[in-house]
């Protein structure tokens, strides 16, 4: 069983930056594979990126793509989402996710085994 607990959410001006963090408890946490969605109010939960075993290889959506980075530390047992040159369509609940099973299909959240309960992230224009 893997618990996750993101932190790092709040209040932010357009332009801004922000780092939300994932902290996983349990054994195993290198041999995961690590992701970031986000989910707007009224709107379904989009992937926002990813991060495989060892960091060897790192996935985004386009919208977010020379923007934000995602980084994981295996030592510390947690995963990084940098959002950078942040903008008002960024804002909604962040959420981390983890699955054992790696691969390239990354973008759909049933693939995912746990998930954190989210931080807020909101963007003013």
């Known amino acids: 069983q893997v618990q996750l607990v993101e932190s790092g959410g709040g209040l932010v001006q357009a332009g801004g930056s922000l780092r939300v963090s994932c902290a996983a408890s349990?054994?195993?946490?290198?041999?995961?594979?690590m992701g970031w969605f986000r989910q707007a109010p009224g709107k379904e939960r989009e992937f926002v990126a990813a991060i495989g075993r060892r960091a060897i290889s790192t996935y985004y959506t386009d919208s977010v793509q020379g923007r934000f980075t995602i980084s994981r530390d295996d030592a510390k047992n947690t995963v990084y989402l940098q959002m950078n040159s942040l903008k008002p369509e960024d804002t909604a609940v962040y959420y981390c996710?983890?699955?054992?099973?790696?691969?390239?299909?990354?973008?759909?959240?049933?693939?995912?085994?746990?998930w954190g309960q989210g931080t807020q992230v909101t963007v003013s224009s």
């Open positions: 349990g054994a195993f946490f290198s041999t995961y594979l």
């Open positions: 996710a983890a699955r054992f099973q790696g691969g390239t299909v990354v973008r759909d959240p049933r693939s995912y085994d746990y």
